[in-house]
């Protein structure tokens, strides 16, 4: 049990900003042998808490700082995510010896629960796929299937290598067999090119990085200086940009409440002659209110929104089942998810809304694209991490976003990561973390529709679904 916890204590450090991604295939290895050991359930849940419990430490300084919890509650609730999301590894576990006993279907059957687990992940409990194991694909040959099966499915690939370590070192008698298994695991990085953008027209962006401190986001009293320093770094790059884009909630307030500020606002786009994409507050309710994007043309009279559809539970709401508790955002409304289509568009190019958290999700992604977003926008407030890995873990999230779906993403974060993220997830520029600065760079939109964008992750599931069943006819004992 203790193996299990420090293994999955290393699972965190295949993962940005660490990046040594070859640290899960041993990791992975000593999972899978523990499991033949015996104790399937009780291993994967080990490895799940080392994982998710020791990997969240970052949860408990933002609770304290942002949520004001004294910190024997937020070292609690750390251990409580752990606890709860150690349950999806050690089903894993438990489905891998169920399915393929002492066998050398183990084989099979550890990487396609790890699919499947990855899939939960992605989905119960409203979901939270943070550092997935697909992610580890980014920077290798093997990136282009995500643009053909997505980042669940990409979870085979790590774990099906950390089984062929794993029969290589333990059955010598079998040796080419063992070095056939590792062959076959080797093409399997042998990736189609991921999909580039079909309009080859560059356009070019000019991103804004205010860098407001957290503790001074929602303080009224600094509010000219949020507002003065995103203008002034807006007018800087203008001239050269064809929009400007500020990161979710740059402006902490209702606008329909501020007319002064939101003609001050007008007057500065007018000035700068080049469209903005803001992120922002929309009142929809004499209580209620959306977190999104704004898109606003000097051109045009009209300012259009896309609103956040996957909120961040006790972030930005609070579930119906524990009323007793509140949100870590300020009490200036109650949020609830947004019902557009995500897109937004400024002269004839589509851009795709993913406010925050949402670019955790492959299914944010797909709806843009298939509403006709020819760029994804994401908008993000990193600030409430601090300086931990969150950030970074976050920002790998949204580069796999742009493979799977064959678009640039255009990231824009209050103090980092801010990037232009390229169709294959590489990073094209990016600005210095915790700086105040603006980013100038190009891109392009595009109409193509990769295989996943297309049709998700329902032929991987089915394929889990024909796959697992005859092996659990099987009945071998564990």
């Known amino acids: 049990m203790l193996l299990a916890l420090a293994l999955g204590g290393l699972m965190p450090f295949a993962f940005s900003p660490y990046d040594y991604a070859w640290l899960a295939i041993p990791a992975l290895a000593g999972f899978l042998w523990l499991i033949c050991q015996g104790m399937p359930f009780r291993i994967g849940y080990a490895f799940g808490f080392g994982w998710f419990g020791l990997g969240a430490w970052w949860l408990a300084p933002t609770l304290h700082t942002y949520g004001h919890l004294p910190w024997v509650v937020a070292g609690f609730c750390v251990i409580l995510v752990g606890a709860v ?19 050398h279907w183990i084989m099979v059957t550890f990487p396609i629960a790890a699919v499947g687990e990855e899939w939960l992940r992605g989905h119960i409990f409203t979901g ?47 040796r080419w067999g063992a070095a056939g298994v590792v062959l076959v695991a080797l093409l399997m990085l042998a990736a189609p090119e991921p999909f580039e953008s079909s309009d080859r027209v560059q356009h070019r962006a000019g991103l804004i990085q205010g860098n407001i401190p957290q503790d001074k986001k929602w303080d009224a009293s600094f509010l000219n200086e949020t507002m003065n320093r995103y203008a002034d770094l807006s007018a800087k790059v203008a001239d050269e940009s064809d929009v400007i884009i500020w990161p979710e909630a ?54 259009e929104f896309a609103g956040k559809q996957h909120l961040v539970p006790f972030g930005e709401y609070v579930p119906s089942w524990v009323p007793f508790l509140r949100t870590l955002v300020p009490e200036i409304a109650n949020f609830e998810p947004a019902e557009d289509s ?25 709806q843009r694209v298939n509403a006709g977003a020819g760029v994804l926008v ?36 209050n103090t980092g990561v801010t990037a232009i993220i390229g169709p294959d997830g590489r990073v094209m520029k990016s600005l210095p973390w915790w700086s105040e600065s603006a980013l100038t760079g190009e891109f392009s939109s595009s109409d193509a529709i990769t295989p ?17 069943i005859p092996l659990f006819v099987r009945k071998e004992s564990i």
């Open 250 to 303: 740059a402006i902490p307030f209702f606008l329909e409440r501020a007319p002064q500020w939101n003609l001050w606002l007008s007057d500065r786009i007018n000035w700068w002659r080049t469209p903005l994409l803001f992120g922002g507050l929309k009142l929809t309710g004499k209580d209620t209110a959306n977190n999104g994007l704004f898109a606003e043309d000097p051109a045009l009279d009209y300012r």
């Open 85 to 103: 999301m150690a349950l999806l590894p050690a089903l894993w576990a438990w489905i891998t010896a169920k399915s393929g006993g002492r066998s």
């Open 378 to 413: 994401n908008v993000t407030n990193d600030a409430w991490y601090g300086t931990s890995p969150a950030a970074w873990q976050h920002f790998q999230a949204a580069r796999m976003r742009a493979v799977e779906t064959g678009r640039y993403v255009l990231r824009v974060a």
């Open 342 to 366: 995500g897109v937004v568009e400024l002269r004839g190019i589509r851009y795709g809304a993913l406010i925050c958290y949402e670019s955790l999700f492959p299914e944010q992604s797909r």
């Open 128 to 174: 939270l796929p943070w550092t997935a194991l697909g992610n580890l694909m980014l920077d290798t040959p093997a990136i282009g299937w995500a643009s053909w099966f997505g980042v669940y499915g990409l979870a085979l690939i790590p774990s099906f290598l950390a089984a062929s370590l794993l029969l290589v070192v333990t059955h010598e008698e079998k």
């Open 452 to 468: 996943y964008v297309k049709r998700g992750d329902a032929p991987l599931l089915i394929l889990l679904v024909l796959i697992v």
